[in-house]
């Protein structure tokens, strides 16, 4: 999925109260708790802006984790849709991917590298596994050589919390409202994405 085209939209866009708006709710409701989504995303971001030793590697450590997020966000995106084709083993599945944790990781920390690798050499790649999947970050070469530090922050801040919502949905909505497994479409999940994306473009950290 592209990080840009997918999520670079224009602010206006609105959400209209269908399925999805469960979803956007469920994401709402934790707005005054320490756990909410884009407050995790953002004391993620002050960390890197007070300990990175210089702009550069503050830059490559946003995008860097701006990437794991996003791909994390997938495997969270499939999961969820698997749920709700599969709603009667829903516990089952939440359980199976919990217990792939660190597997799961694994991964996505070598797919990071290998896109970021690919990123930083302009687009040149000898040849690695993640070769086919590449296209979902050559937009974002532009804005490295840019030296784009206020795009990737809104990336940064944008897919982490994301993530977060996601991982809140999966293992504390889905258990105590199994209803809301219904609004678990691709479409609607999408949906979702984008509004949380469009909502931590409020956030003044880093600006």
């Known amino acids: 999925m592209s990080l840009v085209r997918n999520f670079f939209k224009p602010k206006k866009e609105s959400f209209k109260e269908d399925k999805s708006y469960q979803l956007i709710q469920s994401f709402l409701d934790l707005k005054d708790r320490p756990d909410f989504p884009l407050t995790l995303a953002e004391s993620n971001l002050k960390d890197i802006l007070q300990n990175s030793s210089s702009p550069d590697e503050e830059l ?15 495997f969270y995106e499939q999961i969820l849709m698997t749920i709700n084709e599969n709603a009667h083993l829903s516990m089952e599945l939440i359980e199976s991917f919990e217990k792939d944790y660190e597997s799961r990781e694994q991964i996505i920390a070598t797919q990071t590298e290998h896109h ?48 977060y919502a996601m991982d809140h949905l999966l293992y504390n909505i889905i258990p105590s409202r199994p209803e809301i497994i219904e609004t678990l ?10 509004y949380i994306f469009n909502f931590a473009q409020t956030s003044e950290v880093g600006r």
Do not use: W
């Open 60 to 74: 490559l450590f946003i995008m860097e984790d701006s990437i794991f997020a996003s791909l994390y966000a997938t």
């Open 116 to 163: 970021l690798n690919f990123i930083i050499n302009n687009g040149r790649c000898a040849g690695c596994p993640c070769c086919d999947n590449h296209h979902d970050v050559a937009e974002l070469i532009t804005y490295f050589q840019n030296n784009d530090r206020q795009f990737f922050i809104t990336l940064f801040l944008g897919m982490q919390s994301i993530q």
């Open 185 to 194: 479409t691709s479409e609607d999940i999408l949906t979702l994405r984008k």
